[in-house]
């Protein structure tokens, strides 16, 4: 069958989930990830897992449109009116996530190394589905403003996490590496990746000033995002705090970003719907239970750190 047979059905499947999850009062994304899981090829096989590898391109594309809207909620005004309060928060956050992930591991008897880089994993936030479930349910105001700029936040604070995880598993291993560079290395990463998106962010600004219409003007932010994905990734840097970037590049320097940007929430759907999907279908969940004791450990853990790390 052809790839695109399967997206219609993803797509209906994603819908109908959805529906099912929403009369349980449960979001949409959760339907999608349901049905991702049931058509997937773990499950009932409907998907086949070639077909499911294929489409690691709609994840970057949804993914890279997700991160270009976080990002569009970052305006200067916005910062000058709460401070430094949601950078605070992502830190802490972040910080205690790994604290607690690590120290709960090693309690319990598990090796250094591995407590120190699943405590460093622990830190990240997935911003997909906390910007579904926000649209979905029309969320504004000042908790739901925070809680997008912390979700953003998120991504570089986890990326300098785990290098300094990396870097201390290496020294621990080998006393003799170069230390330096692997402390270095998240700092680089996340520069380079905000780089390029503020780079970005500045030179599509004078075509965006040229072309008035907003449909023109909407292929500039979907070309945008394309480039932006596809040069992140090619360096090795953060594809999201790429994306996040040129997003609050281009809402800085350009009045009319707000109104494209909503008219891009209008188109976006499909791609995130099967977004959900395919990561649904991609879960193995034969493996769920030989995670044991290391899993019950880590979300436990997880939540009590980011709960404790945001209420500090």
């Avoid at 449960?26 to 897992?49: E, K």
């Avoid at 709960?104 to 699943?118: E, H, K, N």
């Avoid at 990463?189 to 008035?212: C, E, H, N, Q, T």
Wanted: glycine share 10%.
């Amino acid at each position: 069958m052809s790839e695109l047979f399967y997206l219609g059905i993803m797509l209906f499947a994603g819908l109908l989930f959805g529906r099912l999850a929403k009369l349980i009062h449960l979001p949409n994304v959760t339907g999608y990830l349901v049905a991702g899981l049931v058509l997937g090829p773990f499950v009932t096989g409907v998907i086949p897992q070639g077909t499911v590898e294929g489409l690691d391109i709609v994840s970057d594309i949804a993914l890279g449109f997700i991160a270009v809207s976080i990002g569009s909620e970052f305006k200067f005004s916005y910062f000058k009116r709460v401070g430094a309060s949601p950078i605070v928060i992502a830190v802490f956050e972040g910080v205690m996530a790994i604290a607690a992930v690590a120290a709960a591991l090693m309690l319990f008897g598990f090796d250094i190394s591995l407590a120190l880089l699943l405590g460093a994993i622990a830190s990240a936030t997935a911003p997909a589905a906390t910007v579904m479930v926000v649209r979905q349910y029309k969320a504004k105001g000042p908790v739901t403003e925070t809680l997008m700029s912390v979700v953003a936040l998120d991504d570089a604070v986890a990326l300098m996490g785990f290098g300094f995880a990396v870097a201390a598993v290496k020294a621990m291993a080998n006393p003799s590496a170069d230390i330096a560079m692997s402390v270095l290395q998240p700092f680089i990463d996340v520069a380079l990746s905000l780089g390029i998106g503020v780079a970005l962010g500045f030179v599509l600004s004078f075509p965006y000033r040229w072309f008035k219409k907003d449909g023109n003007r909407l292929c500039i932010i979907a070309g945008s995002v394309f480039v932006t994905v596809a040069l992140s990734e090619l360096v090795g840097g953060s594809s999201l705090l790429s994306s996040m970037a040129l997003g609050a590049t281009l809402v800085n320097v350009t009045r009319a970003t707000p109104r494209v940007m909503a008219a891009l929430d209008r188109v976006t759907p499909p791609i995130f719907m099967l977004f959900f999907v395919v990561s649904g279908a991609s879960l193995d969940i034969s493996v769920l239970p030989s995670i044991g004791l290391v899993g019950v450990i880590y979300l436990l853990a997880r939540v009590a750190g980011k709960m404790g790390g945001a209420w500090l």
